[in-house]
């Protein structure tokens, strides 16, 4: 056993150790050294993650980028595709309406009508039967009034109205054509191209040569 005087001694030397100029303290937990820090590291860790997460949202963003420019690219021209579409569907349904046949043409001469009276009663219509007054001469153009000879008159002595069913075909052409839509009272003055009158054959009985252009003046009496 250690002696208790030895015991001490050691004790004082320690002491006196301890308390030479420049002696560091013992080291405990409390003042123990920490190790340095630096944040370069944790910078550089924290630069290459902030890197990788900026280069994924990008790459997430080019491909919505990309799909909405290539959305656009494609609406862009569909407007006018569409408005060509509609005008050839419009064009094509027109096309497909049945076209009306055009008019005939009149060819030839054609009959002039001069109304001198309008007449105030009943209109004569096909198939009306019809009572008419009238003077015939020959068509002379370059002499007075464009009348020629007389050749017939409904007003000479013992004479009457002229009675026929209007379009059935009883008498010319120029006059089914020519007392239509008259009113009783009225009067007019019909110009008859051959074609319309007795033709080339003329009027039987050769009263009327044939290929002569006649005129009337007519005077519609009643109406049935």
Same mark, same amino acid.
């Given at each position: 056993m250690?002696r208790?005087t030895?015991?001490?001694? !050691?004790?004082?030397a320690a002491?006196?150790?301890n308390?030479q100029p420049?002696a560091?303290p013992?080291?405990t937990p409390?003042?123990?050294?920490?190790p340095?820090t630096?944040?370069?590291?944790?910078s550089?860790?924290?630069?290459?993650a902030a890197?990788?997460?900026?280069?994924?949202v990008?790459?997430?963003?080019?491909?919505?980028? @990309?799909?909405?420019?290539?959305?656009a690219?494609?609406?862009a021209?569909?407007?006018?595709?569409?408005?060509?579409?509609?005008?050839?569907a419009a @064009?094509?349904?027109?096309?497909a309406?049945p076209?009306?046949? @055009?008019?005939p043409?009149?060819?030839g001469?054609? !009959?002039?009508?001069?109304?001198?009276v309008v007449?105030?009663g009943?209109?004569a219509?096909?198939?009306?039967q019809?009572?008419?007054n009238?003077t015939?001469?020959f068509?002379?153009?370059?002499?007075?009034n464009?009348r020629?000879?007389?050749?017939?008159?409904s007003?000479?002595?013992g004479?009457?109205p002229?009675e026929?069913?209007?379009?059935?075909?009883?008498?010319i052409k120029?006059?089914?054509?020519g007392?239509?839509?008259?009113k009783?009272g009225?009067?007019?003055? !019909?110009?008859?191209?051959?074609q !319309?009158?007795?033709?080339?054959?003329? @009027?039987p009985?050769?009263s009327?040569?044939?290929d002569?252009?006649l005129?009337f003046?007519?005077?519609l009496?009643?109406?049935k």
């Open positions: 250690m208790r030895t015991f001490v001694a !050691l004790l004082l002491a006196a150790a308390a420049g560091q013992p080291v409390a003042n123990a050294p920490q340095a630096t944040s370069t590291p944790a550089a860790a924290d630069q290459a890197a990788t997460r900026q280069q994924g990008q790459s997430a963003a080019d491909p919505a980028a @990309a799909a909405s420019q290539q959305a690219g494609q609406a021209p569909s407007s006018p595709d569409a408005a060509g579409a509609g005008a050839a @064009a094509a349904a027109a096309a309406q076209v009306p046949p @055009a008019a043409v009149p060819t001469p054609q !009959l002039e009508i001069v109304d001198r007449g105030k009943k209109e219509t096909t198939g009306s019809v009572q008419v009238y015939g001469w068509h002379k153009p370059f002499s007075k464009g020629g000879r007389k050749f017939d008159s007003l000479d002595a004479r009457t002229l026929f069913r209007l379009g059935a075909g009883s008498v120029g006059w089914d054509q007392i239509a839509g008259m009783v009225g009067k007019r003055t !019909l110009i008859i191209p051959s !319309l009158a007795y033709g080339k054959r003329g @009027a009985g050769g009327i040569p044939p002569t252009d005129i003046d007519v005077e009496m009643g109406v």
